[in-house]
C-alpha cells in the first residue's frame, strides 16, 4: 500500500543522522513512484528493480549533498534519472533517447489531476505514454506521478526550464488529442 | 474515472513486494553498517582536513593534467637504465673477477715463472758462438817496401 506523505512530514533530517527507520519511510513513500518512473522510461522490470535499489544505496550515500530536505523527491529522482542515462549509455542509445525538441511555452494552468482517464481509455493511453519520445515521457511522468514543479523537473532531468515545458506542452497536446477521440 | 498518476501506480502494484524486498534490504544493510556511513558521519570526518581534501584534489588534477609527459620521462627513463645495465660492466665484477683468475691462467703464470726463473739461475745450455778469425791487415799496396837485401 502506497504511503503518501507531504514532503515537509518526510523524516530527512532522521536520515542524514543515519536512522535507518528514517531511511524505511522514506524509501517506502517513493519506491512505487520511482519505479514507474523507470520502468516506464527503460521497459524491463528487471533493469528497473536494479536502478531503484542503486538509486537507495546512492542516497544513503549522498544524502549530504541535500541542501533543501523538501526536494529530497525530486532528488531521487534526479538520482533515478542519472542511472537510467548511464545504462542507456552502455546500450548506445542517449542520443535517440535525448532528442531536444524545439522550445514552445506550456500551457497556462495545468494541473496533473484535470487529466482523468476512464477505464476505457486506459491501455490506450498507455500504449500512447509508450510511444512518446524518452525525453517528453520523461518530463509527463514527472509531472503526472510526483506533480513535480517545472524547475524540479528541470533539475531532475538536466535540462533548461524551457525545453521542459516544450516537452511537457507536446506530450499533454498528444495525450488530450487522444483522450478526446477516445470521448467523441 | 482516474488520473494517470493512479493508472500508473496501479498498473505496477503487482511489483511492490519485490520493491518491499529492495527497501528492506537497503535499510538492512544501513542498520548493521555493511553501506557507507551516514553523509553527515562522513561530513563530520572530512570536517578535520578540510584543507587538505581541497590540496589532495588539486594535487590530483595538477598530476592527471601531466600524466602523458610523466609517462614519456619514465619511458625514457627505463630505457636509459636498461641500455646502462646492458653495457657497463660493473666495476665490483671487474675487480672481482681479476682477484679470482681461472685455473688456466693461474697455470700459465706458473710456467711463465718457472721459464723465468731458469733463465736467471742456470746457464745457457746453448753452445756459444765460435769466435770469428782473426783478420791481419793486408798490405796497402803492390809496392814492396826497399830492402838492402834486394841490391
Known amino acids: 500500500m502506497l504511503v503518501v506523505a507531504e514532503p515537509e512530514q518526510l523524516p530527512v533530517p532522521r536520515a542524514r543522522a543515519g536512522d535507518p527507520a528514517a531511511w524505511d519511510i522514506l524509501f517506502r513513500r517513493y519506491q512505487l513512484p520511482l519505479y514507474v518512473y523507470v520502468f516506464e522510461l527503460v521497459h524491463d522490470e528487471q533493469a528497473s528493480l536494479d536502478i531503484v535499489q542503486e538509486t537507495f544505496i546512492a542516497a544513503t550515500r549522498h544524502l549530504g549533498s541535500l541542501r533543501e530536505d523538501g526536494k529530497f523527491g525530486s532528488w531521487m529522482f534526479g538520482i533515478a534519472h542519472q542511472k537510467c542515462l548511464q545504462r542507456w549509455r552502455k546500450q548506445g542509445r542517449e542520443a535517440a533517447a535525448l532528442e531536444e525538441l524545439a522550445a514552445e511555452p506550456a500551457e497556462s494552468g495545468d494541473d496533473p489531476a484535470e487529466l482523468v482517464i476512464r477505464a476505457e481509455q486506459e491501455a490506450a493511453v498507455m500504449k500512447l505514454l509508450n510511444q512518446l519520445p524518452v525525453a517528453q515521457r520523461s518530463v509527463l511522468l514527472l509531472h503526472f506521478v510526483e506533480d513535480f514543479p517545472l524547475e524540479d523537473i528541470a533539475a531532475v532531468t538536466g535540462t533548461a526550464l524551457g525545453t521542459v515545458k516544450s516537452r511537457l506542452h507536446y506530450a499533454k497536446k498528444a495525450l488530450k488529442e487522444l483522450i478526446e477521440r477516445g470521448e467523441s | ?151
Open chain 2, 1 to 151: 474515472m482516474k488520473t494517470l498518476r493512479e493508472v500508473l501506480l496501479e498498473k505496477h502494484q503487482a511489483v511492490e513486494p519485490k520493491l518491499d524486498t529492495i527497501r528492506e534490504q537497503v535499510t538492512a544493510g544501513l542498520a548493521a553498517g555493511t553501506t557507507d556511513a551516514p553523509p553527515q558521519a562522513k561530513e563530520m570526518a572530512r570536517g578535520w582536513q578540510p584543507d587538505a581534501s581541497a590540496f589532495q584534489i588539486s594535487w590530483r588534477r595538477f598530476l592527471w593534467s601531466l600524466r602523458w609527459h610523466l609517462a614519456g620521462l619514465s619511458a625514457v627513463w627505463l630505457v636509459v637504465l636498461f641500455l646502462d645495465l646492458d653495457h657497463t660492466p660493473d666495476p665490483m665484477q671487474g675487480v672481482t673477477r681479476r682477484a679470482t683468475p681461472s685455473p688456466r691462467q693461474l697455470l700459465a703464470a706458473l710456467r711463465e715463472n718457472q721459464r723465468q726463473l731458469r733463465e736467471l739461475i742456470a746457464a745457457p745450455d746453448w753452445e756459444p758462438a765460435p769466435e770469428p778469425p782473426k783478420l791481419t791487415p793486408s798490405p796497402r799496396s803492390e809496392i814492396r817496401p826497399f830492402t838492402n837485401s834486394a841490391v
